[in-house]
Every structure is written in C-alpha cells, then in structure tokens.
C-alpha cells in the first residue's frame, strides 16, 4: 500500500502568479513526459521485472515521482493563485477555464489530456528499462527549457531541484539495467 | 505572533525536507549497491535524526503521516490546515 506524508519533498516557492508559466509547466503535471506519465510507467512495469533489485529500484523511483507530481501541482497552484478569469483568457487560458475553472488538471501545455498511450510496458525488463532512461533524460530537458521560459528566481529553483532528480534517477536506471543485463546472462549458461 | 509559529513551523519543515532528501538518496543509491557498508551506516543515522525532528515536528503541528504511523492529540488533528501546497516559504 502507499501512506501519504503530509509535506512537499522540496519546498516549492514562486515570487509572483504567472499564468503564461502555470500553462508550460503543466506539461509536467500530465505531459507525455511528465511526473504522472513517470510515475504509473514505473509503478506499473515494475510487476514483471525479473530481479528483487529492479523490482526495489522502480518502486522507490515510482514513489518519489508522485511526489514531484505533487510540487508540479504546487508550482501550478501558486502561480494561478487569486487570478482573475479575463486575466486567464489574455494568456490562453481561457479554454482550460471554461471546463476547469482554476482546478488542476492533467493535460500538457496545450490542453491535451493525459492518456496511457504515453507510456509502455513490454513485459521485457531490457526494453523497459530503456524506456526509462529515455523518460528521465526526456524529462531533463522539459525541464531545462521551463528553466529558460521563467526569470522567477524561486521557480527556477524548484525547478532545478526536479531537473536534478532526472539525472540521479537516470544513473539509477543505468545501474539497474547493468544488473539485468547481468542476471539475464547468468541464466543462459546452461 | 502567528509569523513567528509560521516561521518556526518553517525551519522545522525544511530541516525535515533536508535530512529526508538525504535518506531518499541514501535509500536509491543503496538499492544498487546493496553492499555498501558506509552508505549503509550513513543511511541509518539519518533514519535516527530524521525521525527525532519527525516527532518534534508532530508534537506541535500534528501528524505528517496517516494509517497508523503516527498518533495524533485531541481533537484529531490529521485534517488540519496548512495543506503542503497551501504553505508559504
């Protein structure tokens, strides 16, 4: 099962609502390479993975996007904060308006909403771990170019700090496919 | 006299956020270097630390985590507010 701590991972701050930010960095919240499109691929390959370890790292990593899923929502949170409806419409979020009001929802930054198709899970731990790799370094550089759309300080440094999770989970990845790769051989000595 | 509790709640919150980042980095990195005694050890001093300042963090604003982890005063204190994305830094 899974148990709720009530407190962000990394402190989240912004230093003023900004629409035009809040529309971009939804792409994170229900994206294709976003923080739930990690976190159910993780979570859900895990089941066929051939190894305690593989199994291990993908529930950890798995885990910890849900809480990146949560700063996400934060960041959105508090840049659309106490903004007025015609203020949402002059930034182009007028159409998420009219079906969500300011609400949440898992769309990119284009308003197409989320779908399993995002993501994979071939039942082949080798295809799969490589699946992952590719969504973490995906993932980094969605976030290098958020990085470049802000000059808010304290976004930045939210987002930096999520930037920096892709690269830590992508040597984890790295180290977990090795280690496959290694019990798959071991197997075919007969 | 309420920015003053805030403050404080603050500090604590993010002390907590730092020795946790550290146990989530420990934990990972432990995952594929099972055998790595100093990650290890490092692992479990952290764990010590971070649940003295997780206990003193409970006894003034409640608990942080729900289903059985932690217990809570009267009256049940799980539901209040500040929610983490409602809290200002």
């Known amino acids: ?42 979570l859900n390959q895990r089941y066929t993975m051939p190894t305690d370890r593989a199994k291990g790292v993908l529930t950890d990593i798995g885990t910890e996007e849900l ?25 182009d979020l007028g159409t998420h308006y009219a079906m969500h ?13 989320w779908t399993a198709a995002y993501i994979q899970a071939h039942g082949d731990p080798v295809a799969d771990l490589h699946e992952d790799l590719a969504a973490e370094q995906k993932a980094r550089a969605t976030y ?11 976004l930045k440094d939210g987002l930096r700090f999520l930037r920096e999770r892709e690269i830590v989970h992508f040597q984890r990845f790295g180290e977990t496919l090795d280690h496959v790769h290694g019990y798959l051989t071991s197997k075919k000595v007969f | 006299m309420e ?51 997780k206990r003193e963090y409970e006894a003034a604003y409640g608990p942080l985590v729900h289903f059985g982890l ?17 809290i200002e830094y």
Not at chain 1, 72 to 90: D, H
Not at chain 1, 101 to 113: K, M
Not at chain 1, 144 to 154: K, Q
Request: charge should be negative; hydrophobic fraction near 40%.
């Open chain 1, 1 to 42: 099962m899974w148990l709720y701590e009530k407190k962000l991972q990394y402190p989240v701050r912004v230093s003023k609502p900004d629409v035009r930010m809040a529309k971009y960095l939804m792409t994170q919240y229900g994206g294709p390479d976003g923080e739930l499109s990690a976190a159910l691929r993780y």
């Open chain 2, 70 to 86: 932690s217990p809570s005063a009267y009256p049940w204190r799980w539901t209040d507010g500040p929610w983490p994305w409602e």
């Open chain 1, 101 to 113: 009001d300011s609400a949440l929802f898992l769309t990119d930054a284009s308003g197409v909403p």
């Open chain 1, 67 to 91: 809480a990146h899923l949560e700063m996400i929502a934060t960041m959105v949170y508090k840049l659309l904060k106490g903004v007025p409806a015609e203020e949402l419409r002059r930034h």
């Open chain 2, 3 to 53: 920015d003053i509790r805030l403050q404080e709640r603050v500090r604590l919150l993010r002390a907590i956020q730092e020795l946790e980042f550290a146990a989530v980095e420990w934990n990972l990195f432990l995952d594929t270097h099972p055998d790595n005694r100093e990650a290890l050890e490092a692992y479990n001093a952290t764990v010590a630390r971070l649940n003295e300042l």
């Open chain 1, 144 to 154: 290098e170019h958020l990085i470049r759309l802000t000059d808010d300080p304290d």
